[in-house]
């Protein structure tokens, strides 16, 4: 079955370190694949998404991420984090030719100072 | 950029009640999602739609009717709340089924 795992149910890091949030995927067929971030209190917005070319994407506000079929990986980075990335970042899947998101459990990321 | 909009933001009823969450998109999308999502879980499919008319079930459906009356409104009804449908409610909308969703702010819902 279609699966997103996200390892890491909390991450801290200090402001202006560099930030990896990882994501494996299990999916036989073609998967575009999405990063999406929620701050308190608010919905889903959209981070970057990846359905082929450049396996290196970039999104908003300097994130970026890296697909790997070989490692079934679509692992988010930042070069360097800031107070305000504090929020909780999720992995997506989208089956091809299906209505389906898949949905990680999410990653809850703190940013001290 | 995409709007969508859920009413009411907060609610609270009783084991037994009749709650409607309503949800609009002003951008015309196709598709509509309703979504619920609880800690350890992410966000989990009740229902969806692809247009006017049209309802189709998603991956936790039991307990929830969805009922999409025009291109921009889609609403989830709860005829007989239970304590187990206390949760964070979120509706998307997007133009494809692969396409990025958008989504609203979300309700919370606690039933008593």
């Known amino acids: 079955a279609q699966s997103v795992t996200q390892p890491d149910a909390r991450v801290t890091v200090s402001e202006g370190a560099s930030l990896q949030l990882r994501c494996k995927y299990s999916?036989?067929?073609?998967?575009?694949l999405f990063w999406y971030v929620q701050y308190p209190r608010q919905g889903l917005q959209l981070l970057l998404k990846?359905?082929?070319?450049?396996?290196v994407v970039q999104g908003v506000n300097g994130f970026e991420a890296e697909f790997s079929k070989s490692n079934s990986s679509f692992h988010l980075r930042k070069a360097s984090v800031h107070w305000s990335d504090s929020a909780v970042y999720f992995c997506?899947?989208?089956?091809?030719?299906?209505?389906?998101?898949?949905f990680g459990a999410g990653t809850r990321l703190k940013v001290i100072a | 950029e995409a709007a969508v909009t859920q009413s009411p933001r907060n609610k609270v009823t009783v084991t037994g009640g009749n709650v409607t969450l309503s949800c609009r998109q002003t951008?015309?999308?196709?598709?509509m999602y309703w979504y619920r999502q609880d800690t350890g879980h992410g966000l989990r499919l009740i229902h969806y739609?692809?247009?006017?008319?049209?309802?189709q079930i998603g991956d936790v459906p039991d307990g929830y009717k969805a009922t999409r009356t025009t291109q921009e409104d889609f609403f989830l009804l709860l005829e007989l709340a239970s304590p187990s449908q206390t949760s964070l409610y979120f509706c998307?909308?997007?133009?494809?089924?692969?396409?990025?969703?958008?989504f609203g702010p979300g309700t919370r819902l606690l039933v008593l």
């Open positions: 951008n015309s999308h196709n598709y």
């Open positions: 990846y359905y082929s070319g450049d396996p």
């Open positions: 998307a909308s997007s133009v494809t089924n692969q396409d990025t969703q958008y």
């Open positions: 999916y036989s067929g073609t998967p575009y």
């Open positions: 997506v899947l989208s089956l091809t030719g299906n209505y389906k998101y898949v």
């Open positions: 739609s692809y247009g006017a008319g049209n309802l």
